[in-house]
């Protein structure tokens, strides 16, 4: 029986740790038949030694990408042809950024410099990465991201919170703007994970905290399996008429009042 990617080719971002989200993305991505291709920056040599646990190892390059390069993305278009061919069907943004003085309650202190850095990596780059593939994506395909629920403001959060809300309305207009070229944008907001770009959140464990209260399903920091489920399944032909959507995986939360 063949997976639901089976034959597509897929670039992944962010897959730093077997803790990441993108892993289990990418893992289950290999598992269901696709062709991948993972980025990574500021080290590549980390995601290079991460993706000798995918399944098919061999199978898988990685390329250096800081999306907030004009030259890295001018290049890229030529690297996934060069490894991929002349299709891309797929596409995983899972990237964010803040500098500390953005975080950890320093909300009505942070420069306006830090501020906008948070917002290239962790919002703009949604498409700009998006744009750098379009040529590859003649034949329509999927983009998929991955948010940290916007509508709250969450303890220590700070500005990444509001670079999420800038991505989630990103994701919005990319939806309007691609769907005539059948390319779906969606997201996935996941619950907390113990990843490693969650742990350099100040107060990560006072946020996570709040899901032993109030998730009606039992959550699990340490699993980021679910959440990869959901950008398998959005990056597949099950979901061919949903765009500008936010699939919520985490434990129910986002419904459940004080």
């Known amino acids: 029986m063949?997976?639901?990617?089976?034959?597509?080719?897929?670039?992944i971002t962010g897959v730093l740790m077997e803790s990441s989200i993108a892993f289990h993305a990418a893992k289950l991505a290999q598992e269901q038949g696709a062709e991948i291709i993972l980025t990574a920056w500021p080290r590549p040599t980390l995601t290079e030694r991460i993706a000798k646990k995918l399944p098919h190892p061999d199978k898988v390059k990685v390329l250096e990408l800081d999306?907030?390069?004009?030259?890295?993305?001018?290049?890229?278009?030529?690297?996934?042809?060069?490894?991929?061919?002349?299709?891309?069907?797929?596409?995983?943004?899972?990237?964010?950024?803040?500098?500390?003085?953005?975080l950890g309650g320093n909300f009505l202190h942070t420069p306006f410099e830090s501020v906008s850095t948070a917002m290239h990596v962790s919002a703009f780059s949604l498409k700009s990465l998006t744009m750098a593939l379009l040529p590859l994506m003649s034949e329509g395909g999927a983009v998929v991201g991955l948010t940290f629920d916007a509508k709250f403001a969450w303890p220590k959060y700070d500005w990444m919170g509001a670079a999420k809300a800038a991505l989630e309305a990103t994701n919005r207009y990319m939806a309007r703007d691609l769907g005539?070229?059948?390319?779906?944008?969606?997201?996935?907001?996941?619950?907390?994970?113990?990843?490693?770009?969650?742990?350099?959140?100040?107060?990560?464990?006072?946020?996570?905290?709040?899901?032993?209260s109030r998730s009606p399903l039992k959550w699990d920091l340490s699993d980021p399996e679910p959440a990869g489920r959901a950008?398998?399944?959005?990056?597949?032909d099950w979901f061919p008429k949903t765009t500008g959507e936010i699939v919520h995986v985490d434990g129910g939360l986002h419904a459940i009042g004080a």
């Open 180 to 212: 005539e070229r059948d390319i779906r944008c969606n997201l996935v907001s996941a619950g907390p994970i113990g990843s490693m770009a969650a742990k350099s959140i100040p107060g990560f464990e006072e946020l996570a905290g709040v899901w032993d």
């Open 231 to 236: 950008i398998v399944a959005l990056l597949s």
């Open 2 to 11: 063949s997976g639901i990617l089976e034959g597509k080719r897929i670039l």
């Open 67 to 102: 999306v907030s390069n004009d030259e890295h993305l001018a290049r890229l278009e030529g690297q996934v042809r060069e490894h991929l061919g002349d299709r891309l069907d797929g596409v995983v943004h899972s990237i964010g950024f803040a500098p500390q003085d953005a």
